[in-house]
């Protein structure tokens, strides 16, 4: 099972908004709505900001949310703050034999 | 609250093998599986494994099935990772996490992290 894809980079601008995007096949985020997405800031740990695509746990901002399309989710974030630099990693679920997967990782930057 | 503490950081020889325990408390440890993931330096993360609470099976990524064992202690609320003829490459922090859900079949997501643990893999 590869990894799924996300784009190396993206930034912003403060009060803007980004969308970072995670592609799988249909195995994986095409079979699946067990999506989910982790904030991760330098020297800590995984952070989970939503997860089965568009819930949000408690605590965490309104500003993000998840989605999805075919066998690409989308995680957005909205009024861009200094604080959301960090990177982020989308996963899905794969089936009982790999049940996770993991994105390469995507590294946020508030210009 | 949900806490999950690790044990220190290691540095281990090639060929050696290391055990990492993570130390719940505040929820029933029972009813959550538990995952292990690891960080390579400067790289994303990696699903090692999981516990599930649904059936009581442990479930292990290809990579490093040969190598990795994962158990739990439920008298104590603590899970284990031990992995086995260390590499170079398993040089990484390793994090232990709570599986969203209570006796979820399939994880939705992680929703409580440990602080992780560096594990060195040095001659």
């Known amino acids: 099972q590869s990894a799924l894809t996300q784009p190396a980079s993206v930034s912003g601008s403060p009060g803007q908004a980004i969308t970072i995007s995670c592609t799988g096949t249909?195995?994986?985020?095409?079979?699946?709505?067990?999506i989910s997405w982790y904030q991760q800031h330098p020297g800590k740990a995984p952070k989970l900001m939503t997860y089965?695509?568009?819930k949000r746990p408690s605590g965490v901002s309104d500003r993000f949310s998840g989605s999805k399309s075919g066998n690409t989710a989308s995680l957005t974030i909205s009024g861009l703050q200094a604080e959301d630099e960090a990177n982020y990693y989308c996963?899905?679920?794969?089936?009982?034999?790999?049940?996770?997967?993991f994105g390469g990782g995507t590294k946020l930057t508030v210009l | 609250q949900v806490q999950l503490v690790q044990s220190g950081a290691e540095v281990k020889k090639p060929g050696a093998s290391v055990r990492v325990s993570c130390k719940t408390s505040?929820?029933?440890?029972?009813?959550?599986?538990i995952s292990w993931v690891r960080q390579a330096p400067g790289q994303g993360l990696e699903w090692m494994g999981w516990?599930?609470?649904?059936?009581?099976?442990?479930v292990y990524a290809q990579k490093v099935q040969d190598r990795v064992t994962m158990t739990t202690d439920a008298s104590t609320s603590t899970a284990y990772m031990e992995l086995r003829s260390l590499r170079s490459d398993d040089t990484a922090v390793y994090y232990c996490?709570?599986?969203?859900?209570?006796?979820?079949?399939?994880?939705?997501?992680?929703?409580?992290w440990g602080q992780g643990t560096l594990v060195t893999v040095s001659s």
């Open positions: 996490a709570r599986v969203l859900g209570v006796y979820s079949s399939s994880p939705p997501g992680f929703d409580y």
């Open positions: 505040g929820y029933s440890f029972t009813m959550y599986g």
């Open positions: 516990f599930s609470s649904y059936n009581g099976r442990t």
């Open positions: 249909g195995s994986d985020v095409g079979s699946y709505n067990l």
């Open positions: 089965e695509v568009n």
């Open positions: 996963s899905s679920y794969a089936g009982t034999s790999t049940p996770v997967i």
